[in-house]
């Protein structure tokens, strides 16, 4: 009964976000494609460029304040200590406007041999140097944010994250529109400028009890906020650091325009996954916090996590690989189908990213800092080792081959660490769940190399189907019926996919004739459809081996010399039984 409570609560609270991001991706769909019809490969690279510099930026200057702010505005609601509170939400905002001023002014000292490293010269020196603008403003609104998910508004949260992006694409479409290439970094700056004002609208709701705050307070608090941040900034600052690292090695080896198709895979391959672990990282971070010191309690709630992001993200990660060709052409145009592949590949990448995500956070929690900082250095070092090896070796798709080689030394990392750090162990589901779907991948992934593209679209659009329906069957064992919107159980009952006599029972009412009859169909689904998985996954890999076979040798002979072995052998099987061997 705990776990169907804490699944629907997980639920919940990834729907509310999930809408909100769902809204968020639609609205991102359409500045992206207009941005892809206006600029073109080069200018989407130019924009990638300068969103690296930014990000880079705010990673430095930011001191992981938008992370560390979350941990400790959580621990201080939880101790119900309204001073505290009060008092770690005003250090929280002043610290954010204090360091917003410094990355900005940091960028501007920085411009002219940032411009050099990234351009080969000093002539978007100027360009750079009004990105701090943007940089102050992410920074501010990171504060305001991180006040805002610490405090658990998860629907102020929803609603900042929609409006933050309508406003932000109807001021920078028209900018581009009107400006081109020389309007991108004025785009970025009133994008950021927009995100700005919407924290600050949510952020203003919140009420503390105000109280004097003395300058030994406020060195306390700033410490605390500091000293986790410095993880969190050493963190970040790797991870963007790397990207930015890869798109150099990419401009280097292979060119300007494969770094706008490398931008254009990347920001793909991360949408889905991105908006999936925003719905669920949203509550779960400040809600594992609170339970960080009971390690039966963390690992469990982690695991249901893992769960959970499995369920949602395997279909997409399906469904993206199947369909990146009509992905690409969606989001961009078609001189962006060079991005097809290397979009593949960062999909195998994102699984395992989702994989390893909710156990990271184990780290995070415990305030382990040298691990935190230890991970994600091994992690930048595989990556850009790999990255400059497969790009030199591959080209373009190299760094998708990179990225994918990275995360699974990542996983087997994250695991070792959390096992040391609380005892951590895989669930029995989680690991069934996993090598389903990731069986599954492996199927259609390899199915566009070895089978012809039509037959590989179908056997994708089958295992979409499959992990789809597969998915649901699991979420109808994990929650009770009850906590279900009735219009999505009633489209579940006329798929079939739920019981169809289920008429509003709950877990605290005794459990009828009936649901125990429904409760017994609801498991021949679930695993009817596990046994379906397993029979396509065995019947597309001996597709990809005769097909395989019939590339290397011409077909007809083939066959002919198959019938012919055949009646060879019923021959020889026929004279045995006659002897009576």
């Not at 992981?64 to 200590?81: F, K, L, P, T």
């Not at 920085?110 to 360009?127: V, W």
């Not at 199947?322 to 979009?343: C, Q, S």
């Not at 009936?514 to 609801?522: L, N, P």
Request: proline fraction near 2%; aromatic fraction near 10%.
């Amino acid at each position: 009964m705990t776990k169907k409570h804490t699944y629907g609560q997980i639920l919940k609270s990834s729907a509310l976000i999930g809408g909100s991001s769902m809204l968020s991706i639609i609205i991102g769909i359409i500045r992206t494609k207009a941005m892809a019809m206006l600029l073109g490969p080069s200018g989407v690279g130019l924009m990638g460029l300068y969103g690296s510099i930014t990000d880079l930026t705010i990673s430095v200057a930011g001191m992981g304040i938008n992370s560390s702010g979350v941990r400790q505005i959580a621990e201080a609601v939880g101790s119900d200590d309204t001073e505290r509170i009060a008092r770690t939400a005003a250090v929280l905002r002043r610290i954010s406007i204090l360091l917003g001023v410094l990355g900005a002014v940091f960028l501007i000292g920085f411009s002219g041999p940032l411009s050099k490293l990234t351009f080969g010269n000093d002539q978007h020196a100027t360009a750079v140097a009004l990105l701090s603008i943007a940089v102050f403003f992410n920074l501010v609104s990171a504060g305001q944010g991180a006040l805002i998910q610490g405090m658990r508004r998860i629907s102020d949260l929803a609603k900042m994250s929609v409006l933050g992006a309508l406003f932000g694409t109807l001021i920078s479409i028209p900018t581009v529109y009107f400006l081109r290439e020389e309007g991108v970094v004025i785009s970025l700056v009133l994008v950021a400028a927009m995100t700005l004002l919407t924290s600050w609208w949510y952020s203003r709701k919140i009420q503390t009890q105000m109280h004097t705050v003395s300058a030994s307070q406020v060195g306390q608090e700033a410490a605390a906020l500091l000293k986790l941040g410095f993880a969190f900034m050493v963190s970040g600052l790797l991870m963007t650091g790397a990207a930015y690292a890869v798109r150099l090695i990419v401009v280097r080896k292979v060119g300007f325009d494969a770094a706008g198709l490398y931008q254009s895979a990347w920001a793909l391959g991360g949408l889905y996954i991105g908006f999936i672990l925003q719905a669920m990282g949203a509550d779960f971070y400040p809600r594992l916090a609170a339970i960080a010191k009971d390690n039966p309690e963390c690992n469990r709630v982690v695991n249901e996590q893992a769960h959970v992001s499995m369920l949602l993200a395997g279909p997409g990660i399906i469904a993206t690989l199947t369909f990146a060709p009509l992905v690409v052409a969606l989001f961009y145009t078609p001189k962006f189908e060079g991005a097809v592949e290397i979009l593949r590949w960062l999909c195998l990448g994102m699984i395992l990213r989702v994989i390893s995500w909710p156990m990271g956070f184990i780290i995070v929690v415990k305030n382990v800092q040298n691990l935190l900082i230890f991970s994600e250095l091994a992690w930048t070092v595989v990556y850009l080792g790999l990255a400059w090896v497969c790009v030199s070796s591959f080209g373009l798709k190299g760094a998708g081959i990179a990225f994918f080689g990275s995360y699974v030394f990542h996983v087997f990392m994250i695991y070792a660490i959390v096992r040391r750090l609380s005892g951590f162990r895989c669930s029995t589901a989680n690991l069934q769940t996993s090598f389903l779907f990731l069986g599954l991948i492996a199927v259609v992934f390899c199915g566009f190399y070895a089978l012809p593209f039509l037959l590989a679209m179908v056997a994708g659009t089958l295992a979409v189907l499959l992990s789809g329906v597969y998915s649901i069957q699991v979420f109808l064992n994990l929650i009770s019926l009850d906590r279900i919107p009735r219009p999505v159980l009633k489209s579940l009952q006329w798929l079939r996919l739920a019981p169809s006599g289920y008429s509003g029972l709950n877990d605290l009412e005794p459990i009828s004739k009936t649901a125990i009859s429904d409760s017994v169909v609801k498991n021949k689904l679930f695993a009817d459809i596990k046994w379906s998985i397993l029979a396509f996954m065995v019947c597309a890999l001996f597709s990809m081996w005769i097909y395989g076979y019939d590339r290397g040798a011409d077909w007809s002979a083939e066959l002919d010399s198959i019938e012919s072995k055949l009646e060879m052998l019923l021959s020889i099987f026929h004279i045995k039984i006659n002897n009576g061997i």
